[in-house]
């Protein structure tokens, strides 16, 4: 299977690992994964604060460079989101009916790593050994838009020598939500701050999740209350100490 990485330009520009740990995962399986270098924005954070028509030429680019390929995975729901639900309503906006057949077709193949792996592939042990105690945050878009369900805690549970706990509350968000931190902080510090009270209760080492985003939002948090409780990306998680 032919497949393409869609890093995301935020991992791309401060969570470089996170793609590196995704590539890994994939190759460990006999995936053949292919960088388009050429890939930038999603178009999200346009979309989402109201500049919906600056978004289009970013949709129309990612359409022209990952509709080749048979699949494509990022490690995070948010973007993939992004093009799954937004996408049909960008190429409507933008009234052209081509754009709108190319995004139909394109959008079913690109994936969030959990649910590729567990519902596209069928898979679940990669063979990764990881002796920490482990908590998951489900974002907020892989759990809401793209419903990846339990696939990134059927992942976690086959790993060796983990420490899983559950999270309480796991559907409640962490306060991220890109801009709304930043337009409502009062409010995403309160909501954070029920986040980081449920991680603590764990006693978890790890706080993991599929999108760094809200990784960064919660570190952040965990980093300020001197918590010793580190974030780090599911994808890294099921990259480490795997056997070759």
């Known amino acids: 299977m032919r497949v393409a990485l869609f890093i995301t330009c935020f991992n791309d520009t401060l969570f470089p690992e996170t793609g590196r740990a995704t590539v890994k995962v994939l190759e460990r399986l006999g995936i053949e994964v292919d960088f388009p270098l050429s890939q930038t924005c999603c178009g999200q954070m ?125 559907q409640e968000c962490c306060g991220f939500g890109g801009t709304f931190a930043v337009k409502n902080a009062d409010t995403s510090i309160a909501m954070l701050g029920d986040k980081l009270r449920h991680i603590l209760d764990t006693e978890a080492e790890i706080c993991s999740a599929g999108d760094n985003s809200c990784l960064m939002h919660i570190g952040g948090g965990l980093k300020r209350q001197r918590a010793g409780v580190k974030t780090v990306h599911l994808a890294e998680i099921l990259a480490s100490g795997a056997t070759e």
Not at 78 to 93: F, H, K, Q
Not at 138 to 164: N, Q
């Open 46 to 170: 346009h979309f989402n604060t109201g500049y919906q028509r600056e978004a289009i030429p970013l949709v129309r680019r990612f359409v022209e460079i990952f509709k080749g390929y048979e699949a494509v995975v990022a490690p995070s729901g948010s973007c993939v989101g992004m093009v799954r639900e937004l996408y049909p309503l960008a190429a409507n906006l933008a009234n052209d009916k081509r754009l709108a057949a190319d995004v139909e077709e394109l959008a079913p193949k690109v994936f969030e790593l959990s649910e590729f792996l567990v519902k596209k592939l069928g898979v679940t042990d990669l063979g990764a050994y990881y002796p920490h105690r482990v908590t998951y945050h489900p974002t907020c878009h892989s759990l809401r838009m793209l419903k990846v369900g339990d696939a990134p805690l059927e992942l976690l549970k086959a790993v060796r020598g983990i420490d899983f706990v559950e999270l309480s509350e796991p």
